[in-house]
């Protein structure tokens, strides 16, 4: 979920964040959050009260969440205590008000549709092919993408039957396939776009997603013929994928004269949100 979606969700409070440039991640002003959701006249109060009851509960939202700077009321910079978005909705489950009604309900729906997906597959694929369409992407931008997410799960299949875990590893290896076939590490990369949480496939052009598609079936159908064990052939067949896909772009981009892994965005071709919204009522 991204910065703004997640604040959507508390209408028009302010809710102070800070970006973790390190850990790619969100995160929120708890006091905010209690402001927000509550009729409270001193949210700080008020959390100080929840904070001391889900201790007592051994609730880890409080055990994991910590202090970070941020500009108050005053225009001083004071420590406060914040949470990212994982931490935030568990906080917003602890809170009993009216206001956080939505959010639960929200959240419910999110968890079922989840469970769905787990259950039957395709209905995630149908639910993303939606969600790219309300969003104004182009049908031929669609199949692509679709397309790339039958490749990545080829790929995280191929490495999970290798030995390697979700997670650390997949992080990793995706990174040497990345920075191989693009010359850039994918923090480096969603930095070149302007991205911070959002999806850097999602944000890819049509040559972009057809070279990084190309870079991991590679060291896929490389993967299944060496079988590789350990995370040093994993890597090794990894950056050998990469580098079909690296060909492919070298030889692209000398017929083109010009780069072809820029800053553009696919969603710089999107209509404006307005225009999507129009559509959607007419529907």
Not at 68 to 74: C, E, H, Q, T
Not at 99 to 123: C, G, H, S
Request: hydrophobic share 35%; aromatic share 6%; net charge positive.
């Amino acid at each position: 979920m991204t910065m703004q979606e997640a604040l959507k969700l508390f209408g028009n409070s302010r809710i102070r964040t800070a970006w973790d440039d390190e850990k790619e991640e969100w995160f929120f002003s708890v006091v905010d959050i209690c402001g927000a959701l509550t009729e409270s006249k001193d949210p700080a109060a008020y959390w100080r009260k929840l904070k001391q009851r889900l201790k007592a509960e051994g609730n880890e939202t409080v055990t994991n969440c910590h202090g970070l700077k941020m500009r108050a009321s005053d225009g001083r910079l004071r420590l406060t205590d914040v949470v990212n978005t994982e931490q935030a909705f568990r906080l917003i489950q602890s809170i009993p008000s009216k206001k956080a009604e939505p959010f639960k309900q929200w959240m419910a729906m999110v968890a079922k549709e989840r469970i769905d997906a787990i259950q039957n597959p395709e209905l995630s694929i149908q639910q993303a092919v939606n969600d790219y369409r309300r969003l104004g992407y182009s049908e031929s931008w669609i199949n692509q993408r679709i397309k790339s997410i039958e490749i990545r799960k080829a790929l995280t299949d191929e490495w999970k039957r290798s030995g390697m875990s979700e997670g650390r590893d997949f992080a990793l290896l995706t990174d040497i396939i990345t920075k191989e076939w693009s010359s850039l590490t994918t923090k480096e990369y969603k930095r070149l776009k302007g991205l911070k949480k959002e999806s850097l496939r999602d944000n890819m052009t049509n040559v972009e997603i057809a070279l990084n598609s190309l870079a991991e079936a590679s060291a896929t159908e490389l993967s299944k013929q060496r079988s590789p064990k350990g995370f040093r052939e994993n890597s090794k067949t990894a950056k050998d994928g990469g580098s079909v896909a690296k060909a492919a772009r070298k030889k692209l981009e000398s017929q083109l004269g010009r780069k072809v892994v820029t800053s553009e965005k696919a969603s710089d071709y999107l209509p404006p949100a307005q225009d999507i919204e129009a559509i959607e009522e007419k529907e």
